[in-house]
Structure formats: C-alpha cells, structure tokens
C-alpha cells in the first residue's frame, strides 16, 4: 500500500472541495463564542475577555495569529504570562533580539566563504529557517506582512549574486522597523537602493527634452497606490468615500503622478558624485543620497492640492512629500486592513478595521501599537460566527508551522551556511508559489482585494491567498509537503542532511500505544488549534485505526497523519 499516493489522491479531493465550497471558512464544528461585532459604520465597544488564555486551544489559536506557528512550549508560556505580557516581550528587543541576514551573510564570508559564492538560496534559506526557529517571532510575522506591503523582489535585479547583501539589508530594514514608526520607516524604503532599483527611481532625473529624458513614475505611483494610501479615498472603517453622484472619489490622477515622479529626482546610491550619478551599483546598501543638481525644482502639486515648492533641495522635497502621504487620512485605513488581513482575517468588519485605524492615528502610526490592536481585538480573539471570517494561510508559513509544531532540527555546515538541498530548496516559488523577498512583481504574490468567484458572476469574499491557490498548485504545494515529512523525520540531522528533520517521536509513541485519539488530538492542537471537528477527527482516527490493522508502523502512521492533517481544508483555513 502507498499511503503517500493515496494522500495525495485524498488531497486532491480535498483541495477541490476547499476551492469550491468553504467560502474562506473551514473551521471546526465549534467556532468559539459568538460576537456582535457592533455596528459597522461606528467603532463598537470590544467585550473584554481574560488576558490569560483559558485553554490550550486559545493560547495555540493566537500564537497561530502572531508567531509562525504555536508550540507546546510557547502554549505553555503563553498560558503562564498571558497575551500583554507575551506581546511586551516580543517588542522589546532587549529581552527579544531581533534576527537580522546582513550579519549571518557577513558573517560567512568573515568564516572563508567567497564573497562571489553568496546566492539568494543563502537568504532565503537563513530566513526561511530563522521563522521557523527563531525566538522574536512577532517581529518576524510583521517584518514579513510589511514585505508584503513594500514589496521589493530579488526577480529583478541587475546581479542576483552581488546584491544579494542589498537585498538581506532591505529585509532587515524592515524587520528593525516592524514596531516602529511608519512615517520613518516609509523614509527607509523610499531611500533604500533594492527598491530604487526595484522601482526605478535611483538615479531618477529631472526633464530635459533636448535629451529627451523625462522623470520615471515607478516609485512615485506605487508609493500612493501601494505603500501608503490606495486608489481610493476612504474612510477609517475602509468604506469608499462616495461623491454626490454616489461615485468612488481617486486619491490622485495622471498629474499627480507626475508631479511625483519629479518629486523624485536626484537621488542616487550613496558615495557617487555628480559625474557618476545613476551609475549601477550592485553592492551599496547605504541609503540613497541627494544630487541637487538632477533635483527638479519647479512647484509641484501633489495629492489634496499639496505644493512641493522646496527648490532643488532634494532631501526637503521628500520630506514634504513623506509627511503629506503618513498624514494622509486614507493611510490608517488602507495599511491597518492589510495587516489584518495578514495576521487575523481577509475580510474583517468595518467595525475591526476602524479601531485598529483609530489606535493608528492616536499613535501616529506607531506599528507597535497598530499590531498590538490587531491581536488583541474581539475579533480577533474571539472570532464571529460569520462563514467568512478567516484567512488562507500562506505556503511559506504552512512549513515554518510545520517545522515549529514538530520541532525541527537542523545543523548547519561548519561555516555556519544555511542552504538547503532537499527539491526545490533553491527557490520555492516552484512548488510552492511563495519565497522570501521574491514576489513576481511589485504587487506581490497575491492582491489585498482578490475576491473568491462566486456564482451568478456576483464578486464573493475576499481571499488574497486563493490568487496563487489552482489544483495545479495545490498539489505542487502538497508535494512539497509531503517530501518534508517522509522523507526528514526520526533520525538526527547532521550537517548534510538536505532539511530540517522533523522530532515525531511523541506521536510515534501514542502511536505505539494505539492511542490514535491522542495522537489526533496533539495534532489538533498544534496544527488546527482546537478547532478541529468532530467529525474530521474521527476520520483521521478511523485512517489510524485502518493503517494498524495493515500491520504500518508506527512512525508511518505518526506521519500519515501529518500528512493528511496539512492536506485538509481546515488546516488550509486559518479560523
């Protein structure tokens, strides 16, 4: 009998019925207590409920939110510390230190790696591993939503190898400013070379039409459409401002972006002079300076009747413009939906959305204080009853759960490299849609405002994740998966094994017991926290139950049922 075929036959059928039928739901047969959320239009007043977790369940189901995946120790803390505490200590990084990849990458080249035989894999994998293993699991999970927002992808850079150094530092940037400010952070991406490569504008110039150069657009659309305000002007619950005909009102128009595009030019990477501005540069990673002399400095109207007027001061133009598009009333809204579609659910309440906005423009934008609403809100600790709420869990985050849920291990090479070498470890965009900083364009691996179909051609819910979820790559995502667990787990890794090795010996022991339900019921724990129903419960006991009396061993059947637990659409639904 081949248990992985049939699973991957089982999952098939699994997966089809996930694209037709939940609805961006798929929970257990128990969704918790119910919630009135209030009224829409207004704020509402939250129900409080214990900072202590109650259960088990509870604790898993927030680290579920906030981390890459729960674990018994962290459930057990959790538990000990309750959910303020936790989340002070996540923030705070002299108890939590931050992970950084500029300084492991550094690092293998101070221990005799050739700075040439650098690779992207290096990154992804050192990242891919340290979400999995690392400690400030908090900063993480933001750092990598916020690369979901300012995107910037390793696909289009001029040398893979030798920016791969660049790129580490972006991914730090954002990590280092995960709970801080938005505006300051704004600055640092706006300045950061990977993404004035990636949007163009380093070395961006004002017009001269003797030459015929005009200022790129790249960067000054995408910092309104993407990064700070929408298309739409909005109001703090996300709801459309509406015009007296009842029509959507734009947040900008074609001058406004390019009056943006003017805004900037003159910027280039650091350490060149004026003879050498715009030149490529690959290995900078210093914030982008200023050359007055490519700065266009004519007025320039901007979004809401805003004049840039700062002459050919490059650095006061972007100021102005920075300030202007933070202070903008659409940018709590349109960020603070993004981030609880990241970590809690693809179509929160207007309700949800306006507290969180709110705790944003009474912080100025502190993204501490923003996320700290995120989790801690009713809704998201209490989840409604609505079929709706929820959210598709992103592949790269499925294996950093399954490599937290069952501990893990890795050893490194002895210069401390970390390259995996199991099937497409190099980049996992091929099977699983989905790597780190590698997104295929600008709009990211998914869009905020992807809508499930549904019948009748009328627009369903939202779900960002589904725009990468086909039965094609759901089976290419399965696949992935189901090498991971057959193929590393029991015996200790050294330091060629090709993966992290997975620890199932506490259900390889249930197993030996023919305890099947305890072995279901770890699984819910870790993988669905507590909400696994009734029903599919008993299914996967009967499977058990089925593969015993085949006379499998336990340590096949310990992973069959990993493998039948991540092939489920509730595991595939994040409730």
Known sequence: MDFRQALRAGGLALGLCMLAACGGGGGGDDDGPSLTPGNPSSPGTPSPYPDIPATDADAARFLTQATFGPTNAEIARLRQIGYRRWLDEQMDPSRTPTTLVLPHLQQLVANGMLATDLRPQHRRNYWLWQAANGNDQLRMRMAFALSEIFVMSDREVADSTATVNRIADYQDTLARGAFGSYRTLLEQVALHPAMGYFLSHVGNRKADPRRNITPDENFGREVMQLFSIGLYERNKDFSPVLDSSGQTVPTYDEQVVSAMARVFTGWTYAGQTDAQFGRGDNTSFAPMECHPAFHDDQPKQ??????????????????????????????????????????????????????????????????????????????????????????????????????????????????????????????????????????????????????????????????????????????????????????????????????????????????????????????????????????????????????????????????????????????????
């Not at 423009?361 to 009853?385: F, H, Y």
């Not at 002895?414 to 980049?427: I, L, M």
């Not at 809508?451 to 086909?470: C, K």
């Open 302 to 575: 901007i979004f809401r009747g805003v004049v840039v007027n700062e002459g050919n001061n490059c650095t006061a133009s972007l100021k102005r413009t920075l300030d202007a598009l933070a202070d903008h009333p659409n940018v709590a809204p349109f960020i603070s939906r993004q981030l609880i579609q990241r970590f809690v659910t693809s179509n929160p309440s207007p309700a949800y959305v306006e507290r969180v906005a709110t705790t944003w423009q009474t912080s100025g934008g502190n993204l501490g204080q923003v996320i700290r609403a995120v989790l801690l809100d009713t809704e998201a600790r209490m989840a409604p009853p609505d079929v709706g709420f929820g959210k598709a869990r992103e592949p790269l985050v499925k294996v950093a759960t399954l490599w937290r849920a069952f501990g893990a291990r890795y050893v490194p090479a002895a210069n401390g490299e970390v390259r995996f070498t199991f099937s497409n470890a190099g980049d996992l965009t091929a099977s699983l849609m989905q790597d780190s900083q590698r997104a295929p364009s600008v709009f990211n691996f998914f869009e905020p405002d992807y809508r499930l179909p549904a019948a009748n051609g009328v627009q369903g819910i939202f779900g960002p994740e589904f725009q990468i979820l086909t039965e094609a790559t759901y089976l290419s995502m399965l696949n992935q998966n189901d090498a991971l667990v057959w193929n590393f787990t029991g015996a200790a890794p050294t330091a060629t094994t090709a993966a992290p090795v997975l620890d199932m010996s506490r259900l390889t022991t249930l197993a030996e017991a023919r305890d099947h339900a305890g072995m279901v019921a770890q699984v819910n724990l870790l993988l669905f926290h507590g909400t696994l129903g009734s029903a599919p419960s008993q299914t996967m006991v009967t499977m058990l139950d089925r593969l015993a009396a085949s006379n499998e061993t336990a340590a096949n059947r310990a992973k069959s049922l990993v493998l039948i637990a991540l092939a489920s659409p509730e595991f595939a639904i994040q409730r």
